[in-house]
């Protein structure tokens, strides 16, 4: 299986942050509602494959759930849609080299946020509460442990929970842009968004359609959500745009500059 190196994959990615920051609004929200769509689904696979697993097997249960869970991005990456956890790494980028403007970049979080949270309580509502697929049983008591464990930890602790998840969401996003072929970006993205669910960090996207989906079910309240989304939604940023996408265009930019150099000479 073909790969870039690091240097490449940060033009690459950000290449990707100027397209997503000059992209029509129409566009930003159609592929936005997918993006949250697509993850909730993910999520939702996620708790129908472990919601009535025997307790005894312990957290062997969770890492199926958490197994199965990356289908979400692998749908986001390559059907195509946009995800505001993985924009807060390329869209930064292009902003540090200077390719867009905080006007873009602001254009492209705003929408892209609102859309995924339509998408995702969009899943939510309809296959959870109308078709009954969270509110049944085990999938009912798996919906609500997982809700109230991700309710129950303070702003900071889910701050920087916050930043765990998304270091690992945009390493994902950069293997796949690593990667030349189908397979290679499967596999690039599984483990890292494996491993972050199984972990239990806090994914601002993933949460939008967890804790709605316990509201629907007639737990919780939507003050409970938004005190939730705001510091997962901070310290998401803070993943993405420092621990990866500053990170490595600190790193390669050298690289990318003599790059460019190199094609205008």
């Not at 997918?34 to 009535?52: H, K, P, Q």
């Amino acid at each position: 299986m073909a790969f870039n190196k690091p240097d490449r994959v940060s033009e690459i990615a950000i290449e990707a942050g100027v397209d997503k920051a000059r992209s029509p609004v129409l566009s930003l929200l159609l592929l936005g509602f997918l993006g949250g769509a697509f993850i909730a689904l993910g999520f939702l696979l996620d708790i129908r494959v472990s919601g009535n697993l025997p307790k005894d097997w312990g957290s062997f249960g969770s890492f199926l759930g958490a197994a199965v869970f990356p289908v979400g991005l692998v749908l986001v990456v390559l059907a195509g849609s946009e995800l505001i956890t993985g924009n807060m790494m390329s869209v930064p980028m292009a902003l540090y080299a200077k390719r867009i403007t905080w006007k873009g970049l602001l254009k492209n979080w705003v929408f892209v946020t609102f859309a995924n949270l339509i998408g995702a309580l969009f899943v939510a509502y309809f296959f959870g509460h109308v078709v009954g697929l969270t509110e049944s049983g085990p999938f009912l008591a798996k919906t609500l442990a997982i809700a109230q464990g991700k309710l129950e930890e303070s702003f900071f602790q889910t701050f920087i929970s916050g930043i765990g998840c998304n270091w690992l969401v945009c390493l994902a996003i950069w293997l796949a842009y690593g990667a030349d072929d189908v397979v290679g970006k499967i596999l690039g993205i599984w483990f890292p968004i494996m491993a972050f669910v199984a972990i239990g960090f806090q994914h601002v996207v993933a949460n939008m359609f967890l804790i709605p989906a316990a509201i629907f079910a007639g737990y919780y309240t939507w003050m409970d959500f938004i005190a939730n989304v705001i510091p997962a939604f901070i310290g998401n940023v803070i993943g993405g745009a420092v621990f990866v996408g500053f990170v490595y265009f600190f790193t390669y930019q050298k690289s990318i500059k003599d790059k460019a150099k190199r094609k205008v000479s």
